[in-house]
């Protein structure tokens, strides 16, 4: 079955600065790769998401890239603020049939200095 | 709308005891999922339900049951509870590919 790997697990960086938060996946028919965050007490919540005909998508300042030759996607956070401070996962799917089942990495904590 | 909800939100059981961790979602989706959230490894998969009517097992199915009572609602069973079943459970649903997660619920098993 698809397995993920996410790297690193903690994060500590400058207020201003970049993070970049890495995964990798093993089963080469996963076609939607989706990050969520969560914040201290609360579920996770969805922040970007990309599928596989696509390389790279940004939203202001998260970008998620995605290589698929080599089987891994990336979370690019620039010019980072303190509330980006939380647990950040990525995750795996095969979007077939109706199941939707995600499998999830480790999980990253980014703290943010100010 | 209030999204995804779960009772209790915190919980604490004896070894052996039973109980029964609700969720209920007002978004009329079709597909919910129960996963399970420990240290260092992510959420995993316990049950999910395509659909009203259905269930199927995820990647750590062995100790729960599930029921999907209605569209809104999906709950999740711990026969004789045990302490490696301590952990955070959180409830989610779907729409498209999107999964919405609920608030989660603490269980301690001690």
């Known amino acids: 079955g698809e397995n993920v790997e996410q790297h690193p697990s903690t994060l500590s960086v400058q207020e201003g600065d970049s993070a970049v938060i890495k995964c990798t996946y093993s089963?080469?028919?996963?076609?939607?790769f989706p990050w969520y965050k969560q914040e201290l007490g609360k579920g996770p919540q969805l922040i970007i998401d990309i599928r596989s005909n696509v390389g790279e998508k940004k939203d202001q300042r998260i970008a998620v890239t995605l290589n698929k030759t080599a089987k891994h996607f990336s979370l690019h956070i620039t010019e980072t603020q303190p509330e980006d401070s939380a647990v950040y996962f990525c995750a795996a799917s095969i979007i077939s049939g109706n199941t939707g089942k995600l499998i999830f990495g480790q999980g990253t904590t980014l703290q943010v200095k100010p | 709308n209030a999204g995804v909800t779960q009772t209790p939100k915190f919980q604490v059981l004896k070894t052996g005891q039973s109980m029964t961790l609700q969720c209920a979602q007002d978004?009329?989706?079709?597909?919910m999922y129960w996963y399970r959230q420990d240290p260092g490894m992510g959420l995993r998969l316990i049950y999910y339900s395509a659909s009203e009517g259905t269930t199927d097992k995820g990647e750590v199915p062995n100790g729960y049951n599930v029921s999907r009572l209605n569209k809104r609602e999906f709950s999740l069973r711990l026969e004789s509870a045990a302490p490696s079943q301590t952990s955070v459970y959180f409830c989610a649903s779907r729409d498209f590919d999107t999964q919405y997660f609920g608030p989660g619920t603490r269980l301690t098993v001690l």
């Open positions: 978004m009329n989706h079709n597909s």
């Open positions: 089963d080469s028919a996963s076609n939607y």
